[in-house]
């Protein structure tokens, strides 16, 4: 049998990350009758994305409103990026500092464009939140351009690929003229 096309191929791996993101507890068998397709054959190209790092994980969306938590964001500008800041950085995201002070971070994301950093996190309280800001102002003082932006998120439409399933809870925020 010929060996199909790398854009055949490209086109199952979309496929079944698109199935994956939908719903990854599903079972194989399930996504493979979706996809027209073998439970085996399946299985193996999500093994192969797992092994290649293309997916990094399975993981929950958390409605942090319903935990009595607010989310929160931080936009940061810095300079070009140093081994010394990355060092930091990393460090402490594996010792989980955040979660030492009560917050959960969701997001870090290095982007281009005006800021250079943003980050998403929820706390129970704006004060949590403002003690976190302060935390990461101090830390990366060295490297800040200028003093980063707190921002506090009024409602998410869409997170981690997922639509919001009380999406409709956004006309509470419609101003009524």
Do not use: C
Request: net charge positive.
């Amino acid at each position: 049998m010929p060996e199909k096309s790398s854009k055949s191929n490209k086109l199952t791996d979309n496929r079944i990350l698109n199935a994956l993101l939908e719903d990854p507890t599903r079972s194989m068998r399930e996504i493979a009758r979706e996809l027209n397709s073998y439970r085996q054959t399946i299985w193996r190209k999500k093994k192969r994305m797992e092994t290649e790092n293309m997916i990094w994980g399975y993981t929950a969306v958390v409605d942090e409103a319903k935990q009595g938590k607010r989310t929160f964001l931080v936009l940061m500008k810095t300079r070009p990026m140093v081994r010394e800041m990355a060092e930091i950085m990393i460090k402490r995201i594996k010792g989980n500092e955040p979660a030492k002070k009560d917050i959960r971070l969701i997001d870090l994301f290095q982007v281009n464009g005006e800021y250079d950093w943003i980050l998403r996190f929820s706390a129970h309280d704006h004060t949590t939140a403002r003690k976190y800001y302060d935390t990461l102002r101090a830390v990366y003082s060295v490297y800040l351009l200028e003093k980063p932006v707190l921002v506090d998120v009024n409602f998410i439409l869409v997170a981690e690929g997922k639509r919001n399933p009380e999406i409709n809870d956004l006309f509470d925020l419609v101003i009524t003229l």
